[in-house]
């Protein structure tokens, strides 16, 4: 039965659609008591998926066991810089010098307030760390930057931020859908409504008012039942399961929010991406992002972006197709019998040309990654298409 399940949920093709099932039971020993990093689900993973690092050649530029690594490489008669990025999520590490800037007592249970700075100190370090290894590129005059983002997994809309940096603050972030549900009428109506209350003066009120009327009509529409039994029978829907609105990558506009409302207390709700300290449009250069069939979530996102706006060239092989994930609290679905717990993603990311990103990153110039590559067949054949994506990188 749980080999049916995992079949069927796997027929979705939808890397944040999952079924987990229940572990047995401990031996009976006490369950031990994490610090609060590993409380909060940060990890210190093993970063073997990099390829762009192995180029024959390549200078580290950054220390050693930095969490983001840079350096440059030649490629024919040009050298270009690396910018790798394993993950857009700080690890243990950071959070833990995170902690400690924090003065946060260890033994002590870190509630809602204490996780939340912890999380926005954590993710402002990470990005320092993106920008300084930005800087040290940019100074070592690169023909073109590339990023590698093969085996990431996504993270959060640090993402975001991170390709701000790297092409600019006028970079459009992606158009989302959202599901119907009578949670997501509600949490839209309390998010006009927030709105609402914080809007004191009349710039406010003028900048805000098209945004909560939109949320407002989102609200209704996300409250309407819609049937989908016909899908099952291979029919059309009668409506769409997700819901229009002002809803983008990281809040709900489709570009980052002027400087001068980043202090406003109804920022974040607006622009998430706010709350980070970044400097848009680091780097003005050419720019190569490197995928493969590992690049998914948050890293598909930071992809899409630049592909799109014409940013950067995409080279590697097709991403994973992950998609959006959640943008509300997730409510698993727990199976009475079994105990498994099954995940639904409740939001879509869709491309400019409205495909869903569950579609995956299509690369501008394919390398032809196999599974059972080793690292020296990867380095091989990406070496191979390297110097014609530099050339097309003109901008």
């Not at 790297?166 to 459009?172: D, E, H, T």
């Not at 029919?235 to 809803?247: D, L, R, Y």
């Not at 980070?276 to 003005?284: A, C, T």
């Not at 890293?299 to 092989?317: N, T, W």
Request: contains cysteine; proline residues 7%; aromatic residues 6%.
């Amino acid at each position: 039965a749980r080999r049916a399940l995992d079949r069927f949920v796997g027929a979705f093709a939808d890397g944040h659609m999952e079924i987990s099932w229940p572990s047995p039971a401990n031996d009976g020993q006490a369950p031990m008591q994490p610090g609060i990093c590993a409380a909060l689900g940060y990890r210190a993973p093993d970063d073997e998926s990099g390829v762009a690092t192995r180029l024959p050649g390549y200078r580290a530029l950054s220390a050693e066991g930095a969490t983001i690594e840079a350096g440059v490489a030649p490629v024919r008669r040009s050298q270009i810089g690396v910018l790798r990025i394993a993950q857009f999520s700080p690890n243990v590490a950071i959070c833990e010098r995170a902690v400690a800037e924090l003065a946060l007592p260890q033994q002590k249970p870190c509630d809602e307030a204490c996780a939340n700075s912890v999380y926005l100190r954590a993710d402002n370090l990470f990005l320092r760390e993106i920008a300084g290894a930005i800087r040290a590129l940019k100074a070592a005059r690169p023909r073109a930057i590339l990023v590698d983002i093969a085996g990431n997994g996504g993270g959060s809309d640090t993402a975001i931020a991170a390709a701000h940096m790297l092409a600019g603050a006028n970079l459009a972030r992606p158009r989302m859908g959202v599901a119907r549900s009578a949670a997501r009428a509600q949490s839209l109506t309390e998010t006009a409504e927030n709105l609402e209350a914080h809007a004191k003066s009349q710039e406010a009120r003028a900048y805000l008012a098209p945004l909560i009327a939109a949320l407002r009509r989102s609200a209704d529409e996300a409250g309407k039942a819609c049937d989908m039994g016909p899908v099952w029978r291979g029919g059309a829907p009668p409506c769409a399961s997700a819901v229009a609105g002002p809803f983008f990558a990281g809040g709900l506009v489709a570009k980052e929010l002027p400087p001068h409302w980043h202090a406003a207390p109804w920022a974040e709700t607006v622009s998430y991406t706010s709350r980070f300290e970044y400097e848009p449009g680091l780097w003005q250069g050419p720019l190569l992002v490197l995928v493969d069939n590992g690049s998914a979530s948050a890293a598909e996102l930071f992809a899409a972006m630049l592909q799109d706006s014409g940013g950067a060239k995409v080279i590697g092989a097709p991403t994973y197709g992950a998609g959006c994930g959640w943008n509300l609290p997730r409510q698993d679905i727990v199976l009475k019998n079994s105990g498994g717990r099954l995940s639904i993603p409740d939001c879509a990311r869709f491309r400019s040309d409205g495909r869903n990103e569950l579609d995956g990153v299509e690369p501008d110039f394919l390398v032809g990654f196999r599974p059972g590559d080793t690292p020296a067949q990867r380095v091989e054949r990406l070496n191979e298409r390297l110097a014609p994506a530099i050339a097309d990188t003109r901008r």
